[in-house]
Each structure stands twice: as C-alpha cells, then as structure tokens.
C-alpha cells in the first residue's frame, strides 16, 4: 500500500510560482512512476507530468517549459515547480502513484492551486 500527502498548494497572482510536493509512504518509492494531474469542475482529470523510476520525464503540452518535474528517491518526495502560472493553470492537483509491477495506481487527496489574474 503506498500513500501520497500533497502540500504546497494555494492563491497566487498570474506570473508567479508555486511548488506542490507529495510524499510518499513505504519503502518502494524508487520503484514507483511518479506523476501529477489536474482537474478542474466538470473536466475529466489530465496529466501534467510525470518522472519514471528511470528518472525521465514527460510534460503535457500546455505546460512545457513552464513546470518542472523532480524526484527525491532519499525523501520519497516529488515534487512540481510551476513557473509562470496563468489563470488556466487553476485546477486541483493530484498526486499519483504507478506500480507497473502489478499495474496499481495511487492517488493522494489533492490540493487547490488557484491563479487570479
């Protein structure tokens, strides 16, 4: 069983920054594809990144260049830089899990970024 804790969420102003992290539980974070998602009211949740046990990393199209993904395997942490947020980047975000072994996804309780303009 892994469980996630998502922190780091909050208002900011369009422009700025923020930083979500999620630590994970367990000792197979390593193991694990790490990622993050949004979704905002009435939309179905969408990917925005995600880092492989490898250490690669995929962004989704609306934030390329603008977030950044990272792993800290010592802390069983991940976490996401976002840089220059715009209103359409308010949404909440989840923290996930992937096990490919057994094909197991884990999702943390999601936290609220919201970016006024």
């Known amino acids: 069983q892994v469980q996630l804790v998502e922190s780091g969420g909050g208002l900011v102003q369009a422009g700025g920054s923020l930083r979500l992290s999620c630590a994970a539980s367990?000792?197979?974070?390593?193991?694990?594809?790490m990622g993050w998602y949004r979704q905002t009211p009435g939309k179905q949740r969408e990917l925005v990144a995600i880092?492989?046990?490898?250490?690669?990393?995929m962004y989704a199209d609306s934030v390329k260049g603008r977030f950044a993904i990272a792993r800290d395997n010592a802390k069983d942490t991940v976490y996401l830089q976002m840089n220059s947020l715009k209103p359409e980047d308010t949404a909440v975000y989840y923290c996930?899990?992937?096990?490919?072994?057994?094909?197991?996804?884990?999702w943390g309780p999601g936290t609220q970024v919201t970016v006024s303009s």
């Open positions: 880092t492989t046990s490898g250490g690669d990393t």
């Open positions: 367990g000792s197979i974070f390593s193991f694990l594809r």
């Open positions: 996930n899990a992937y096990m490919p072994s057994i094909a197991r996804d884990y």
